[in-house]
């Protein structure tokens, strides 16, 4: 997977050319003078063009004879870039957005110039932030006490996870690391450099990372010292917090964070992970307790904290009236209400609090506080983890349910799929998950600090375990077992059910990228939820309706046929189009009116479209795939 994202990185950066050439004068942006006795050979970039001044760009170059030598020289306002790599069909140089003016003169030409490399840089990546940093040497600079200290990256705030990636052009001679040792250095990722605790997550809180480097030129050290920083919410938000009697303050360790969400994975036992309960067997624990529910472990409430200008106000309990201060709970009341009973809420035996929640996934239980005048709203993460048990008490239910459907090809289909993908997954469940080069991987890296830096997170950054791999699978088999043991509206319940998991909607949370997509991913979950409770055609109907998808009875028309990779019908194949369109519909800034057809767009035939087709339209415009995988299964591609 991380090979494949590198080229979808790459193909982004080099369609960027190709989406700025429509863009006009836009804002922010370098106008490009291209010259050269070579400027011909440049693909898909123009004299004269905008090109954005929030991302690097990649100038592609016809390979003339051999793709593996540099043939042409290559200069950015004089200063020579060097191949930043090559396929069968072209040189890729990369130009820095931090390295670029107002105005900047790309020079090509043919032949290899003698000129000298340009001093060592640093180029650090931290999402959309990206900064080039010169290594000068001279002066007195022999270790770290006395190390220079860069110019401070300052990154804008984001809801989203970012990974800190440091490379440099000298990498033979430059050592990175995450502190003045440099005995523990950074991994070396396909990205750069990176280390375990190398991040920033959305929290009100300002963010601080030290970067050490060390550059050895000619048998004398360098040192330097990069502060990245996050700047902290200005006025006032919520964010994580929790109430200890024992007057400890707000930490990470106990706080519900997106990067460390209070969850459940099916085990019974004491502590505060041990959160939800769900299905119809009670597998797991306690949610909350607040002072007097008699536990004897410290109590812990599921809330959010308030925040003023970074800053996390002081929480305190009342015991008469049993409230806290600056301290924001869900109102279990009014969402176990709102949510048709998807969850619900009661006391145990020791008059702790308990959530049962009726499917497994992550969570966001909105929560809101009046607090000096102002109304604080916010999410608050919880996830909740199938295990072997659990899964095993879904596959026997599955089976037996099978027996309903078999009448309707394609719910049949559905529910096979289901239970051979979570037999096949049950056993790793809760085992950590790694992105590897071909994808998901349950294997860990030999290096520790490389599986740290490759453990696989969503978007807000959580580790996911194997149970997230099958979200969508486990909750199909209840679901569908569900819709067998109903005795009314069982045919329109799996019409509409079938007219929801075919649509394009967001079934797991390892699909969510973008706070837009969170939403979605929680509104397809009540409505398939709603659905099983609907009591009318009417009632499925309004379902149906708010996904703007065709009522119990009607057809979807029949989409028209089409070639696998050609994505707007115009006859050409996975051309710059077809490419630019899958990956505004990844990143979902696909414009209302633009043609896309999705069964073309979803070119390895897995009825979805996500990463791995966008990874395939990319290699296939490239030239480093021959044809799609699902070419097989679409009678030729058609």
Same mark, same amino acid.
């Given at each position: 997977?991380?090979?494949?994202?590198?080229?979808?990185?790459?193909?982004?950066?080099?369609?960027?050319?190709?989406?700025?050439?429509?863009?006009g004068?836009?804002?922010?942006?370098?106008?490009?003078?291209?010259?050269?006795?070579?400027?011909?050979?440049?693909?898909?970039?123009k004299?004269?063009?905008?090109?954005?001044?929030?991302?690097?760009?990649?100038?592609?170059?016809?390979?003339?004879d051999?793709?593996?030598?540099? @043939?042409?020289?290559?200069?950015?306002? =004089?200063?020579?870039?060097?191949?930043?790599?090559?396929?069968?069909?072209?040189?890729?140089?990369?130009?820095?957005?931090?390295?670029?003016?107002?105005?900047?003169?790309?020079?090509?030409?043919?032949?290899?110039?003698?000129?000298?490399?340009?001093?060592?840089t640093?180029?650090?990546?931290?999402?959309?932030?990206?900064?080039?940093?010169?290594l000068?040497?001279?002066?007195?600079?022999?270790?770290?006490?006395?190390?220079?200290?860069?110019?401070?990256?300052?990154?804008?705030? #984001?809801?989203?996870?970012?990974?800190?990636?440091?490379?440099? #052009?000298d990498?033979?001679?430059?050592?990175?690391?995450?502190?003045?040792?440099?005995?523990?250095?950074?991994?070396?990722?396909?990205? =750069?450099?990176?280390?375990?605790?190398?991040?920033?997550?959305?929290?009100p809180?300002?963010?601080n990372?030290?970067?050490?480097?060390?550059y050895?030129?000619?048998?004398?050290?360098?040192?330097?010292?990069?502060?990245?920083?996050?700047?902290?919410?200005? !006025?006032?938000?919520? =964010?994580?917090?929790?109430?200890?009697?024992?007057?400890?303050?707000?930490?990470?360790?106990?706080?519900?964070?997106?990067?460390?969400?209070?969850?459940?994975?099916?085990?019974?036992?004491?502590?505060?992970?041990?959160?939800?309960?769900?299905? @119809?067997?009670?597998?797991?624990?306690?949610?909350k307790?607040?002072?007097g529910?008699n536990q004897?472990?410290g109590?812990?409430?599921?809330a959010?904290?308030?925040?003023?200008?970074?800053?996390?106000?002081?929480?305190?309990?009342?015991g008469?009236t049993?409230?806290?201060?600056?301290?924001?709970?869900?109102?279990?009341?009014?969402?176990?209400?709102?949510c048709?009973?998807?969850?619900?809420?009661?006391?145990?035996?020791?008059?702790?609090?308990?959530?049962?929640v009726?499917?497994?996934?992550?969570?966001?239980?909105p929560?809101s506080?009046?607090?000096?005048?102002q109304?604080?709203?916010?999410?608050?993460?919880?996830?909740?983890?199938?295990?072997?048990?659990?899964?095993?008490?879904?596959?026997?239910?599955?089976?037996?349910?099978?027996?309903?459907?078999?009448?309707?090809?394609?719910?049949?289909?559905?529910?096979?799929?289901? +239970?051979?993908t979570?037999?096949?997954?049950?056993?790793?469940?809760?085992?950590?998950?790694y992105?590897?080069?071909?994808?998901?991987?349950?294997?860990?890296?030999?290096?520790?600090?490389?599986?740290?830096?490759?453990?696989?997170?969503?978007?807000?950054?959580?580790?996911?375990?194997?149970?997230?791999?099958? @979200?969508?699978?486990?909750n199909?088999?209840?679901?569908?077992?569900?819709?067998?043991?109903?005795?009314?509206?069982?045919?329109?319940?799996?019409?509409?059910?079938?007219?929801?998991?075919?649509?394009?909607?967001?079934?797991?949370?390892?699909?969510i990228?973008?706070?837009k997509?969170?939403?979605?991913y929680?509104?397809?979950?009540?409505?398939?939820?709603?659905?099983?409770?609907?009591?009318?055609v009417?009632?499925?109907?309004? +379902?149906? !309706?708010?996904?703007?998808?065709?009522?119990?009875?009607e057809? @979807?028309?029949?989409?028209?046929?089409?070639?696998?990779?050609?994505?707007?019908?115009?006859?050409?194949?996975?051309?710059?189009?077809?490419?630019?369109?899958?990956?505004?519909?990844?990143?979902?800034?696909?414009?209302?009116?633009?043609?896309?057809?999705?069964?073309?767009?979803?070119?390895?035939? !897995? =009825?979805?479209?996500?990463?791995?087709?966008?990874?395939?339209? +990319?290699?296939?415009?490239?030239?480093?795939?021959?044809?799609?995988?699902?070419?097989?299964n679409?009678?030729?591609g058609?």
């Amino acid at each position: 997977m991380k090979k494949a994202l590198s080229l979808l990185l790459a193909a982004v950066m080099a369609l960027a050319l190709c989406v700025t050439a429509f863009a006009g004068n836009a804002t922010g942006s370098t106008v490009l003078r291209l010259t050269g006795d070579a400027a011909d050979q440049v693909v898909d970039l123009k004299s004269g063009q905008h090109l954005s001044a929030d991302s690097s760009t990649l100038v592609r170059l016809n390979v003339l004879d051999d793709p593996g030598a540099e @043939e042409y020289t290559v200069t950015l306002d =004089g200063e020579k870039l060097t191949p930043d790599h090559s396929t069968s069909q072209y040189h890729f140089y990369a130009v820095p957005a931090a390295k670029r003016p107002s105005v900047a003169t790309l020079s090509v030409n043919g032949g290899v110039s003698t000129q000298a490399a340009s001093a060592n840089t640093l180029t650090v990546t931290v999402g959309n932030d990206k900064k080039v940093f010169t290594l000068a040497t001279g002066g007195i600079n022999t270790k770290f006490s006395s190390a220079l200290a860069l110019e401070e990256m300052k990154i804008s705030r #984001s809801e989203d996870f970012r990974r800190i990636y440091v490379s440099a #052009s000298d990498s033979d001679n430059t050592k990175i690391g995450n502190d003045a040792r440099l005995n523990t250095l950074a991994v070396k990722t396909n990205k =750069g450099y990176s280390y375990g605790t190398w991040y920033f997550y959305n929290t009100p809180t300002v963010q601080n990372q030290t970067v050490y480097i060390a550059y050895t030129v000619e048998n004398t050290t360098y040192y330097y010292k990069l502060n990245i920083s996050c700047p902290a919410a200005g !006025d006032y938000a919520l =964010g994580p917090g929790y109430y200890d009697p024992a007057g400890n303050t707000i930490s990470a360790t106990r706080a519900y964070t997106e990067i460390q969400p209070y969850y459940s994975d099916g085990m019974i036992g004491g502590g505060s992970n041990y959160v939800f309960t769900y299905g @119809e067997k009670k597998y797991t624990g306690w949610l909350k307790q607040a002072p007097g529910d008699n536990q004897q472990y410290g109590p812990v409430v599921a809330a959010l904290a308030v925040y003023k200008n970074g800053t996390v106000q002081s929480v305190t309990y009342d015991g008469s009236t049993a409230s806290f201060t600056n301290l924001a709970q869900p109102n279990w009341t009014a969402l176990t209400t709102a949510c048709n009973s998807l969850y619900s809420v009661s006391k145990s035996d020791s008059g702790a609090t308990i959530l049962t929640v009726n499917r497994p996934g992550f969570y966001w239980f909105p929560v809101s506080l009046t607090y000096e005048n102002q109304e604080l709203t916010g999410m608050l993460p919880m996830e909740v983890r199938a295990n072997a048990a659990a899964a095993n008490d879904y596959l026997a239910a599955a089976e037996t349910a099978r027996a309903s459907f078999m009448d309707n090809e394609a719910a049949a289909k559905l529910l096979a799929d289901a +239970i051979t993908t979570v037999t096949e997954a049950k056993d790793n469940l809760t085992r950590a998950v790694y992105v590897g080069d071909n994808g998901y991987t349950y294997t860990e890296p030999d290096d520790a600090k490389l599986a740290a830096v490759n453990t696989a997170r969503t978007y807000y950054g959580a580790p996911i375990t194997g149970a997230a791999l099958v @979200e969508k699978e486990l909750n199909i088999l209840q679901d569908v077992t569900a819709i067998a043991k109903t005795t009314t509206l069982q045919a329109g319940k799996l019409e509409a059910y079938m007219k929801l998991m075919m649509s394009t909607g967001v079934h797991a949370a390892v699909d969510i990228h973008s706070g837009k997509d969170r939403d979605a991913y929680q509104n397809m979950r009540q409505a398939k939820w709603d659905l099983l409770q609907a009591e009318s055609v009417d009632a499925l109907n309004g +379902i149906l !309706d708010k996904f703007n998808l065709k009522r119990i009875g009607e057809t @979807e028309p029949e989409e028209p046929k089409c070639t696998l990779g050609d994505i707007n019908g115009d006859g050409k194949v996975c051309d710059v189009m077809d490419v630019t369109l899958i990956i505004e519909k990844y990143i979902g800034t696909l414009g209302e009116n633009e043609t896309f057809m999705d069964q073309a767009a979803d070119v390895n035939c !897995d =009825g979805r479209i996500d990463v791995l087709d966008v990874t395939e339209m +990319i290699e296939m415009y490239i030239g480093t795939a021959a044809n799609f995988s699902g070419a097989k299964n679409a009678n030729g591609g058609e």
